[in-house]
């Protein structure tokens, strides 16, 4: 079994930061990609960054050059370094792990979720 915990998401006013971080445990044998994904009520979930096992990363247009996104695969963690926040950001934020188990087999697991609020 594996688990997903997420920290980092709060209120913020426009301009600001935030860092968002999400920690694996439980039965892992590798980890590939790492993502974030966020939600706004009503609407899909939308892939916000991804990052590869290798360290590639690719970020949605809207989050370029303001979002980082990293990993410390010691401590199987991802995060997502957010700045210039935007109204627009508000979100609830979702972490996504590919785990593979020692069979080959990649299995998706998913955080609980932290809402980002960006408001003055």
């Known amino acids: 079994q594996v688990q997903l915990v997420e920290s980092g998401g709060g209120l913020v006013q426009p301009g600001g930061s935030l860092r968002l971080s999400c920690a694996a445990s439980?039965?892992?044998?590798?980890?590939?990609?790492m993502a974030w994904y966020r939600q706004i009520p009503g609407k899909q979930r939308e892939l916000v960054a991804v990052?590869?096992?290798?360290?590639?990363?690719n970020y949605a247009d809207s989050v370029k050059d303001r979002f980082t996104i990293s990993r410390d695969n010691a401590k199987k963690t991802v995060y997502l370094q957010m700045s210039s926040l935007k109204p627009e950001d508000t979100a609830v934020y979702y972490c996504?792990?590919?785990?593979?188990?020692?069979?080959?087999?990649?299995?998706?697991?998913w955080g609980q979720g932290t809402q980002v609020t960006v408001s003055s």
């Open positions: 996504n792990v590919i785990i593979q188990a020692r069979t080959g087999s990649r299995y998706a697991y």
């Open positions: 439980g039965s892992i044998y590798s980890i590939n990609n």
């Open positions: 990052i590869t096992s290798g360290g590639s990363t």
